[in-house]
């Protein structure tokens, strides 16, 4: 869009009571402009630069709301009379009597509300004294007396509410009209002075005045920011903003209001992300709905950019924008700060404990001194030429009163560049956790592995080996937007399988020491025996001029046949198999028909040899055992099913063995819930 022009050429800079509903403004120039009036509802304004801009009410509009404020100060005034009227009646020429007592209960009945109008609200003052006068003025004054009693002080509570919303809307539209109303209530005062005589007039123009104050004073408060009385606020501010400019739900992101007026100005509902706010005028007078603008320390910090030694713990300043700001020493603690531009801001000795810090820019910060216990940062957060020497991990000294410095050392500083490095690091890096200690030929395969499926990670990417008890942690540096799950996975599986398969080949190494240790201890009497299943009779044994078969217990009880080079599990395995229920559904196998179907392959390879043979059948036992009891025998069969895979994982994959174990090991694993 063009911006209009007046006849000399020049870009006009009046925009009083334009409408810009709904256009995309984006990055328009606004600066100076009068924009009174002018409705941006809806409007796209990303970038829009509104410097010095005078927004809020036409002049008009002010008029209008001038005499629709004097008019209800003139009722205000009016009650304010009545108020003090009703009051008078509680006093004649004749002295001091029921009435005059009445009516002395009444005045001390409104000086407590006064008081707590004043330093505890309207409401509470309210609250109190309507029990007050349900349980005072019905039990002690007569009829007609507690009648008057609970008008008096109910027009008199309702007139200082109603002179406190004029006061504060005749402040929020122009200052005129407080005096204007200030004026009608103390002529009504007058009336009522008049109304009466000596003692009751007296009483009806002191009643007109004080309540007259009360307004004043609350409504002074209320715009000061005091939460007591932040309802009349919010009604001022809501009246002031009818006809003024309006951003109602409008894109502002990255907009810039600096030195704007935004009096009477309508920001609800519109997209604040990094908007500037810095030395703007009257913006505690804009109706800016739940926004961050809504909390005056916040609001002040955004205007002013002071915010040294001051306290936002828990504050929303989800993409402020605090560009060269002073918070040096302030507390931020868990504070969200998500998106919030920090350029070039003093962060010195900062407290950002458990602070959400996701894609917010803090190029150019002074960070020396702050504190980052467990902050929340990603890679979108900008970190680039961080001005910091050191900083803190701990926000209170540990046991050893260390707050955990970086760089370690109290004599050195991060060099330039350190900083940015060192976060950055830890934001693009994996952690893989090896349980049980580190298998150092299992992790060069599986790295190798992990650098040929991932070429932009090489053995420079190890950034570190460290020892967490009985466990190795790993950690891994990846390009930013790397899918580090993946990563994970594609290191870990591989990790564990070659760790299974050299614990296999570590187990059968020694088993045969044993074997050949018992061998020497105890050497067999008959050179020749046979210690298979099927073989029934010594003399099959004794023809076999070349077996050499051995027959010992090995460590877990079950004996194991040594028939030359051909190693096979014999004992309980099948009976162990055959004890195990069958499966409920005959056209559906369940882990006993499962587990024969594995077995049978593996007695059956050739491709297996007779060691690996023996090992993977007492990995078949397990999985037997487990499947007696498939619940707590979940990480058994998880171990079982993991050493098969790496015993099977040397034979060719078009080996009848390896088949049928990518067929059956799924199933089973399913069955025990894996």
Request: hydrophobic letters at 45%; charged letters at 20%; aromatic letters at 6%.
């Amino acid at each position: 869009m063009n911006m209009p022009q007046n006849s000399s050429g020049q870009t006009n800079k009046n925009f009083r009571g334009h409408s810009f509903k709904g256009q995309n403004l984006a990055g328009m120039d606004f600066s100076g402009a009068e924009i009174q009036g002018a409705n941006f509802t809806g409007a796209i304004l990303t970038k829009a630069n509104f410097k010095g801009a005078k927004a809020g009410l036409q002049r008009r509009q002010v008029i209008f709301l001038d005499i629709a404020s004097l008019a209800i100060s003139m009722v205000s005034g009016l009650s304010s009379a009545l108020s003090g009227t009703y009051l008078s009646t509680f006093f004649d020429s004749k002295g001091i009597g029921v009435y005059s007592s009445a009516g002395i209960l009444v005045l001390i009945m409104l000086l407590i509300f006064f008081i707590l109008a004043v330093h505890k609200g309207f409401l509470s003052g309210l609250v109190a004294i309507m029990g007050m006068l349900t349980g005072i003025l019905a039990g002690m004054l007569s009829g007609v007396g507690a009648i008057t009693g609970a008008i008096t002080v109910v027009v008199a509570a309702a007139v200082a509410i109603m002179a406190a919303t004029v006061a504060a809307i005749g402040i929020v539209v122009t200052t005129m009209v407080a005096t204007v109303a200030a004026i009608g209530l103390a002529v009504a005062g007058m009336v009522a002075i008049v109304t009466g005589i000596a003692v009751s007039g007296m009483v009806a123009g002191m009643t007109a005045f004080v309540t007259t104050g009360i307004g004043f004073f609350v409504a002074w408060r209320a715009l000061a920011g005091d939460e007591k009385h932040d309802f009349i606020r919010i009604i001022a501010v809501a009246f002031g903003a009818i006809g003024g400019t309006s951003f109602r739900g409008a894109d502002l992101t990255d907009a810039d209001f600096t030195g704007a007026t935004l009096k009477n100005t309508d920001f609800r509902g519109a997209i604040l992300t990094r908007t500037c706010w810095r030395d703007t005028k009257k913006l505690d007078l804009a109706r800016v709905g739940d926004s961050i603008l809504a909390k005056k320390i916040v609001r002040e910090l955004l205007v002013t950019g002071h915010g040294y030694n001051k306290t936002y713990t828990g504050a929303n300043l989800r993409g402020a924008h605090f560009a060269g700001a002073n918070l040096n020493q302030a507390n931020l603690k868990e504070a969200e700060i998500s998106q919030a531009n920090f350029q070039g801001a003093n962060l010195e000795w900062a407290i950002l404990t458990k602070v959400q810090a996701v894609g917010t820019d803090f190029t150019n910060a002074h960070l020396t001194g702050a504190c980052l216990e467990a902050w929340n940062i990603d890679s979108n957060t900008q970190l680039e030429q961080v001005d910091c020497q050191y900083v803190f991990l701990l926000e209170h000294p540990n046991q050893k009163g260390d707050r955990e410095r970086r760089p370690h050392d109290p004599t050195k500083s991060f060099e330039p560049g350190d900083f940015a490095k060192l976060y950055k690091e830890v934001m693009n890096t994996v952690e893989v956790l090896l349980r049980n200690g580190l298998n150092p030929e299992a992790f060069n395969l599986a790295f190798q592995k992990l650098m040929v499926e991932n070429p932009e990670i090489t053995t420079a990417s190890i950034q570190g080996l460290q020892k967490k008890g009985d466990d190795v942690l790993v950690t891994i540096e990846v390009p930013e937007g790397t899918d580090k799950a993946k990563i994970e996975r594609d290191f870990l599986e591989p990790y564990k399988l070659q760790a299974a398969l050299l614990e296999a080949k570590t187990l059968h190494a020694q088993d045969i020491k044993e074997i050949t240790l018992a061998l020497i201890k105890n050497p067999p009497a008959n050179p020749i025996i046979n210690l298979t299943n099927d073989v029934n009779s010594e003399s099959k044994a004794m023809t076999d001029s070349t077996d050499s078969s051995r027959k010992i217990e090995n460590r877990d009880g079950n004996v194991t046949a040594i028939q030359g080079d051909n190693v096979t599990v014999s004992g309980n395995v099948a009976n162990i198999i055959n004890e195990l229920p069958d499966s409920p559904k005959p056209d559906q196998p369940g882990i006993k028909e499962l587990l024969s179907q594995l077995q049978q392959a593996i007695e059956t390879d050739p491709e297996l040899a007779p060691e690996k043979k023996a090992k993977a059948l007492k990995q078949l036992q397990a999985l037997a055992t487990a499947g007696q009891d498939p619940t707590s025998g979940k990480d058994l069969a998880d171990d079982a099913i993991t050493m098969l895979k790496g015993i099977i994982a040397s034979l060719p994959s078009a080996a009848a063995l390896a088949k049928t174990c990518s067929e059956l090991l799924p199933s089973i694993a399913s069955l025990f819930g894996l």
